[in-house]
Structures are given as structure tokens and as C-alpha cells.
């Protein structure tokens, strides 16, 4: 059973920066793709950043995070990361980490269990 574990949700002030990681307990290789994504009360669960594939991986981010958001991953450690700078009140959601594994042509996602962003304004 893959199991992801996320950390580094805090309380920070508009402008400041957090650094989410993830740990799978599964190896990177194993994976189609990972990434981070975000919910807010009453609202639904929305991409923020993703890396796709592997050996030339591609990276995508919401536009409202774009230039200040970086996903990145560490293969040695099986882990990922969301790097946040200049955060804004709107950002603040609970940030969960996802991967997804093909196998044998079908698709299987994980995610973790969340952690909380909070900015004051």
C-alpha cells in the first residue's frame, strides 16, 4: 500500500514563504506523475503544480501560482516539495500531494493527507 505523507503547513504572514514536502513511501520511478493540489471550504480539490514523467519531465502550475510557486522532487529520497514565496491570502487551503501510477494500463491514485496553509493578510 503507497502511502504519502505531507508536511510543512503552517501559519504565515501575506509575502512570506512555506516549503511543503511530501514523502511517498513508494519509489519515484514508480510514478506517472506527482504534484500538489489545494481545496478550500466548499470548494473543490484544484491542481496547484505537477511534474509529468521522468527522464524529461514536464512541469505544470495554475496560473495563479505561476512565478511564485516551484515544484520539485529529490528521487534519492522519494519525495517531493512546494516551494511558496510571496503568499497571498488566497492561497491558504489544505495542500494535499498526489501521485498516480500506470500499471498494466490502469491508473491508480494516492494522495496524502493533507496539511494546512494559513495566510494572514
Known amino acids: 500500500q503507497v502511502r504519502l505523507v505531507e508536511s510543512g503547513g503552517a501559519l504565515v504572514q501575506a509575502g512570506g514563504s512555506l516549503r511543503l514536502s511530501c514523502t511517498s513511501s513508494?519509489?519515484?520511478?514508480?510514478?506517472?506523475?506527482v504534484g500538489w493540489y489545494r481545496q478550500s471550504p466548499e470548494k473543490q480539490r484544484d491542481l496547484v503544480a505537477v511534474?509529468?514523467?521522468?527522464?524529461?519531465?514536464?512541469?505544470e502550475y495554475a496560473d495563479s501560482v505561476k512565478g511564485r510557486f516551484t515544484i520539485s522532487r529529490d528521487n534519492a529520497k522519494n519525495a517531493w516539495y512546494l516551494q511558496m514565496n510571496n503568499l497571498k491570502p488566497e492561497d491558504a487551503a489544505v495542500y494535499y500531494c498526489?501521485?498516480?501510477?500506470?500499471?498494466?494500463?490502469?491508473?491508480?491514485?494516492?494522495w496524502g493527507q493533507g496539511t494546512v496553509v494559513t495566510v494572514s493578510s
Open positions: 498526489g501521485a498516480r501510477q500506470l500499471v498494466s494500463g490502469r491508473t491508480y491514485e494516492y
Open positions: 513508494a519509489s519515484m520511478f514508480s510514478y506517472e506523475r
Open positions: 511534474i509529468i514523467g521522468d527522464m524529461k519531465p514536464t512541469y
